[in-house]
């Protein structure tokens, strides 16, 4: 469990590491609003599609294994983008595209410390291993203060030490449980998909929980440095409480569900994010409000994305790691949706208010299909006396 957390953690810090770093390289490489959106999207992006790839190389090799192939490839690519540096926006783009290989942690980091615990406690341990999305504060915290005092260049390097000392750790501490994993293909995501209404519900749903939380996460530094002058060390700060509050939520959300269910946990997490976001679309107060309301969204994300996983056991216990890396997928593509829209909003429009306008409406509408849901996964799939659906 340590070793999946601490993994997790790392993985996610440099995963976000361009989002918190966002103003000063788009100053740098004289970026407009929708390239600094899309720059900070793609590592998103990429972790989503590359999520699927790790969970197939994850039953063949062992989560282990994995792990420690996934940490060397981010560890290379950040000493490069270090040495020779970043100079153009297809250069970010590229280096984005290779830290969604943190990304796609989630798809190692799930499966190994799920397959160590009985249904029952699949919410709590998940909400756990999963808090390593805690990362994004450590990147939120520091990253914007050591480019100002080093430049962001230098960022890319100070971040690989922290990552080599768990990577260290990672090989002596990380086990695979001993059970048996098949061994899945591509088409087995097809056979999961194709039938099978739960399956894109799942989707559906951390999509929106997962989706909101990486993608506010990597928007709210260029949100608050535009919509009220934030410079990036204090943009930084307000994200950082945002993102701590979600992370932390994420393991008391699975606990909350694994005692009162995880569709009555998710209910009321849409229902808060539909008000909430709205509140912020309508300019409620000023930056300190505003900052308020959003570190509250990111904490309902954050139960939520505990909740969604107390509920995947109970439905796909037998098939973790692939339905782990489809919605872990799903959650990917949603966060990338938000934040590259966002800035797509902003420079079209002049205004962040219509995106926020939009996402409040899909948390709204998420309320309302799980209504029409819950009913019939309580009936059909709860395990009996287990676990609270």
């Keep these: 469990m340590l070793a999946a957390f601490l993994y997790f953690d790392l993985s996610f810090m440099v995963w976000y590491l361009l989002g918190p770093m966002q103003v000063q390289i788009a100053e740098a490489l004289a970026l407009d609003t929708q390239q600094r959106a899309l720059m900070v999207a793609v590592p998103i992006l990429c972790g989503a599609v590359l999520r699927l790839f790790l969970g197939l190389l994850a ?3 062992g989560a282990r294994r994995t792990g420690l192939l996934a940490q060397a490839l981010v560890i290379g690519a950040l000493l490069v983008a270090w040495r020779l540096g970043v100079h153009s926006f297809g250069q970010v783009l590229l280096l984005g595209l290779m830290l969604g290989v943190a990304g796609a942690s989630f798809a190692v980091a799930l499966p190994l410390a799920s397959r160590w615990y009985p249904p029952e406690h699949q919410g709590t341990a998940l909400g756990i291993a999963g808090a ?35 990577l260290v750790v990672f090989a002596l501490c990380a086990k695979d449980a ?13 056979t999961v998909l194709v039938g099978n209404r739960d399956s894109w519900w799942f989707m559906l749903f951390y999509a929106i929980t997962f989706g909101g939380f990486a993608g506010f996460a990597s928007a709210l530094p260029g949100y608050f440095h535009d919509q009220f002058g934030f410079e990036p060390k204090l943009a930084g700060w307000a994200t950082a409480a945002c993102v701590l509050a979600g992370s932390i939520m994420r393991p008391i959300g699975g606990v909350i569900a694994d005692r009162i269910g995880g569709t009555r946990t998710l209910q009321m997490v849409y229902v808060a994010v539909t008000a909430l976001v709205a509140a912020a679309a309508l300019g409620i107060g000023g930056a300190v409000a505003t900052v308020a309301l959003f570190v509250v969204t990111l904490l309902c994300l954050g139960a939520g994305n505990g909740a969604v996983f107390q509920l995947v056991p109970q439905r796909f216990g037998a098939e973790i790691g692939l339905m782990t890396g489809l919605i872990g997928m799903a959650g990917g593509i949603g966060g990338f949706l938000l934040a590259a829209g966002l800035g797509v909003v902003k420079q079209q429009l002049g205004s962040y208010a219509p995106g926020l306008w939009l996402f409040s409406a899909i948390a709204l509408g998420a309320s309302l299909c799980l209504v029409g849901v819950k009913q019939r ?13």
């Excluded at 001993?178 to 088409?187: E, G, I, S, Y």
């Excluded at 996964?377 to 659906?389: F, K, M, N, S």
């Design 377 to 389: 996964w309580r009936l059909r799939w709860a395990t009996a006396g287990a676990a609270r659906v």
């Design 132 to 166: 390593g999305n805690s990362g994004t504060v450590l990147a939120a915290l520091f990253a914007p203060a050591l480019a100002a005092a080093f430049g962001f260049r230098d960022v890319f390097g100070l971040a690989c030490l922290p990552l080599l000392v768990v």
């Design 59 to 61: 039953d063949r090799i």
């Design 178 to 190: 001993p059970v048996p994993v098949a061994r899945k293909q591509l088409r087995d995501y097809a």
